[in-house]
């Protein structure tokens, strides 16, 4: 497994996932672009009329996940072992590694080690033609769902550590209104289809609760939606309202084991 490979300046941090031109998928991929296009995300969303739920969830996963591997290839550099010695989003959730399959006690790492891994992990799964099949005809396996939810699962911990331990780095990137505009669209794609548990999300609940969010500031095309304070960051954004989130309901000091 190697770390960063490809370089700083290469803004991709893993080799990104190519659907093939002249698939269906491809298609759909298409379709799903041009329907963004259009700024209406909750109905971008939705599964296209006659198409196969599978086929939908395997492309926008596939999506997702170079999206997010390009965000935080942005980042990589201020996401360091020294910087991030351990997985978290915020002070209270902490994640530790594992894959249930060849890392079965969970590993406590660094954030870095964490999405390496995890991104490595994930990028498996989407390269396995028995899992992610990309030809016409060659059936999803019986626990497709199960898999997608849990790679989602997963990638969604990636967003959940750039806003709560880089958010303010994105912020100097001017690259706020891609991250915020990737994962509202993340997150309506899984409240869509039930994709992730409610309390997976919760180190991002404050910001996916929000119903304003698009309102609070003036600065970024789709405007920051974060109104998470970025933990142990003094930096505010002009015209963007802080909410502390809630300690309620929240699992305090707990820490997921891979799962
Ligand atoms: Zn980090």
């Known amino acids: 497994m190697s770390f960063f490979f490809g370089g700083r300046s290469n803004k991709t941090f893993k080799p ?21 296009g259009s700024g209406n995300l909750r109905l971008a969303v939705q599964l296209p009329e006659g198409e196969d739920l599978n086929e939908w969830v395997a492309v926008n996963t596939v999506d997702f996940f170079n999206q997010i591997n390009m965000l935080y290839g942005t980042i990589t550099e201020f996401c360091t072992e020294d910087t991030c010695p351990v997985m978290s989003a915020g002070p209270k959730y902490e994640y530790h590694w594992a894959d249930g399959q060849t890392v079965k006690k969970p590993i406590k790492c660094s954030a870095p080690k964490y999405i390496d ?19 016409i005809g060659v059936p999803f396996p019986k626990n497709f769902s199960q898999i997608a939810k849990t790679i989602l699962k ?4 990636v967003y959940a550590h750039i806003y709560h331990q880089h958010f303010h780095e994105v912020v100097k990137l001017r690259e706020e209104a891609h ?3 990737s994962f509202k669209h993340f997150i309506f794609f899984v409240q869509e289809f039930s994709l992730i548990d409610r309390r997976e999300l919760a180190p ?5 609760d929000s119903p304003h969010r698009q309102r609070t500031t003036t600065a970024g095309a789709a405007g ?3 109104r998470l304070r ?27 084991g891979g799962g």
Do not use: C, V
Request: charged share 20%; net charge neutral; proline share 9%.
């Open 16 to 36: 990104k996932k190519n659907i093939a031109e002249g698939t269906h998928q491809y298609d759909l991929m298409k379709h799903a672009a041009a329907t963004l």
């Open 117 to 135: 891994y995890l991104m490595t992990w994930a990028q498996d799964q989407l390269d396995d033609e028995t899992t992610f099949p990309s030809k």
């Open 154 to 157: 997963r990638l969604f911990r």
């Open 179 to 181: 991250l915020n505009t």
């Open 204 to 208: 991002l609940q404050e910001l996916i």
């Open 224 to 226: 920051p939606p974060a």
């Open 230 to 256: 970025p933990a142990g960051s003094p930096w505010r954004p002009a015209g963007t309202q802080w909410i502390l989130p809630a300690t309620d309901g929240l699992r305090s000091g707990g820490s997921y």
